[in-house]
């Protein structure tokens, strides 16, 4: 009886303890099911300020979602550095589906390689993608007084101006899109400009206006106004196919093909330890919201959906960082 007696107390131990942990194991199941059920509330961390494009398309996506699905979030603003501190945050919270975050693409493809000190994440391995959000395409504008009517006219005059006299081009700041892709259309007409890099779009634009810079491609929101007013001359568009605001306006890729523009955008992402089956759920759900009609006609000026899988989401990081990366280098960017 006393060996049965010894037998048994440790068999029943094991059994409670496989059990507790069962039990433990299922509530984290459980959890991260809650979270990303009807009713509960995600927390949605967007890096940047209120009112900016990505943060307005955030509230306008998830609202309409949440009409859609019955999912409440709550938005968090943490704008800092560029987005990267923010992101860095979604990366490092709890991964049981409780958490995401909505990043734009220059925290993931231009950061990593313009601002290294900045970026404590891998923007690959750090996060489980969910699905696209939206793109923001631009207009390659100059000053009305500038004398060019179209792409081709730009870069001939440019070229016949002398060296001590060039065109000047602004954006709002090194490494950023305007930037970029500036230069990308320089690279592939084989003609050069002089930049003028300021700390924000209103002070570039106030002497584009003025005519002390001629050129730009900053933000449609930006831009936009000005060319309806026809103080500002568009020449040319980065989207994909020509826009509805502008049709006579021709697409860069019409006149160079092998020119690649990079169109802002951003996604929803997941803490990359986040289970899969939550991750597959919501990419379903937030994919059918993206290709939602009435998704589009609530975007702002100059922002059409970005309706990807997360394995697009993914292969979309992989090229724009190598094809960036080359770039920035070829630019001789500061690396910090």
């Not at 009409?67 to 501190?85: D, I, K």
């Not at 930037?179 to 002089?194: D, V």
């Not at 826009?243 to 019409?254: A, I, L």
Request: hydrophobic share 45%; aromatic share 6%.
């Amino acid at each position: 009886m006393m060996r049965a007696t010894g037998d048994v107390t440790p068999l029943f131990t094991r059994l409670q303890r496989r059990g507790l942990l069962a039990g433990v194991a299922g509530a984290a199941v459980a959890g991260g099911a809650r979270a990303q059920g009807r009713g509960d509330v995600v927390k949605m961390i967007v890096p940047y300020g209120a009112g900016n494009i990505t943060d307005q398309v955030a509230r306008v996506f998830l609202d309409l979602h949440g009409v859609r699905t019955g999912q409440s979030f709550v938005v968090e603003n943490q704008p800092a550095a560029g987005g990267t501190l923010g992101a860095f945050n979604i990366a490092q919270s709890v991964a049981d589906g409780s958490v995401m975050g909505m990043i734009a693409a220059a925290a993931l493809t231009i950061a990593p390689h313009a601002n290294k000190q900045a970026v404590r994440y891998d923007p690959v391995n750090d996060f489980a993608p969910v699905g696209g959000a939206y793109l923001s395409s631009t207009y390659l504008a100059v000053n009305a007084t500038l004398p060019v009517r179209t792409l081709a006219e730009l870069v001939a005059y440019a070229k016949a101006r002398p060296a001590d006299n060039p065109i000047f081009y602004c954006s709002p700041g090194n490494a950023t899109v305007p930037h970029l892709n500036i230069e990308t259309i320089c690279r592939a007409f084989g003609f050069t400009m002089q930049h003028v890099p300021y700390r924000t779009s209103a002070a570039a634009n106030t002497d584009l206006l003025a005519n002390r810079v001629q050129v730009t491609m900053d933000s449609a929101s930006i831009t936009v106004p000005h060319m309806q007013t026809g103080r500002l001359r568009p020449l040319a568009y980065s989207g994909p196919t020509r826009s509805t605001e502008f049709p006579d306006v021709p697409t860069v890729r019409e006149a160079a093909p092998d020119a690649q523009m990079l169109n802002a955008w951003a996604g929803f992402f997941f803490p990359r330890r986040t289970p899969a089956a939550i991750v597959a759920r919501a990419a379903e759900a937030f994919h059918a919201t993206a290709a939602d009609p009435a998704f589009a006609e609530k975007l702002p000026l100059g922002a059409t959906p970005l309706v990807l899988t997360p394995a697009g989401l993914t292969d979309r990081i992989r090229s724009e960082n190598e094809r960036l990366g080359r770039l920035i280098a070829a630019l001789g960017l500061p690396q910090d």
